[in-house]
């Protein structure tokens, strides 16, 4: 029954490899979203998407893409891992994305190391 | 400056205590403001939205100061399971331009 379900919780690579991690949501929401945490426990928006429209960060690297088959799944691929990659990312959703005081439901967290 | 700043703590006091906690943001156009809480290795909960004229939820009050720029937790008679970080949040349009500020960790001691 878990809102927001996120893939892998835990994932261990080398560098340079790709790697997915996957997300889904069962409220209805018309808005996901990539954040990623990173060991100063920064959280930063890295995309929003919903049916409208996909909104990049431009402080991404394109090396990261995320893609969404339909408006409850929204994946993150990442190529060519990094050591600076490593981070808490996180998958969340909000019902609309353009109101104020829009609650935001968040994943469990996939923690991604980078060796 | 930071869009968002917080004290980063740690904030560790003894049960039954009362803590405050408080944040500063730097777009004088946001317009919503929250405090989520998020528990260690845990993903970020809705605490509490902050509105203009102050709010209360049981042992946690919130508040916000237009003009100086900051929103304010309070949290009375502290518990145990009070233990967690603090974000402060804030919203200049919409839930996608959510700024997150980077917490205060807070440790109730019994």
């Known amino acids: 029954d878990t809102a927001v379900s996120q893939t892998p919780k835990y994932l261990v690579t080398q560098m340079g490899n790709d790697k997915s991690i996957k997300c889904e949501q069962n409220?209805?929401?018309?808005?996901m979203y990539w954040y990623k945490q990173d060991s100063k426990k920064f959280l930063k928006i890295m995309f929003s998407?919903?049916?409208?429209?996909?909104?990049i960060n431009e402080t991404v690297p394109n090396r990261f893409s995320p893609k969404s088959p339909d408006k409850a799944h929204l994946n993150l691929h990442i190529n060519s891992l990094e050591l600076g990659d490593s981070a808490v990312y996180f998958c969340a959703s909000s019902q609309d994305g353009d109101r104020l005081g829009e609650k935001l439901f968040f994943g469990s967290g996939t923690q991604l190391s980078v060796l | 400056r930071k869009e968002v700043e917080q004290d980063p703590g740690p904030f560790n006091v003894p049960e039954g205590a009362t803590v405050a906690f408080n944040c500063t943001y730097s777009n004088s156009a946001s317009q919503s403001f929250f405090w989520y809480r998020q528990d260690c290795r845990k993903e970020p909960k809705l605490l509490m939205s902050v509105y203009s004229s102050g709010n209360e939820d049981g042992r946690f009050t919130a508040q916000l100061n237009r003009a100086s720029q900051y929103i304010s937790l309070l949290i009375r008679d502290s518990k145990l399971s009070d233990s967690a970080t603090y974000l402060c949040?804030?919203?200049?349009?919409?839930?996608?331009?959510?700024?997150f500020g980077s917490g205060t960790q807070l440790t109730v001691l019994p």
């Open positions: 409220l209805g929401h018309d808005t």
């Open positions: 998407y919903n049916n409208k429209e996909l909104i």
């Open positions: 949040v804030v919203n200049p349009g919409s839930a996608r331009q959510l700024t």
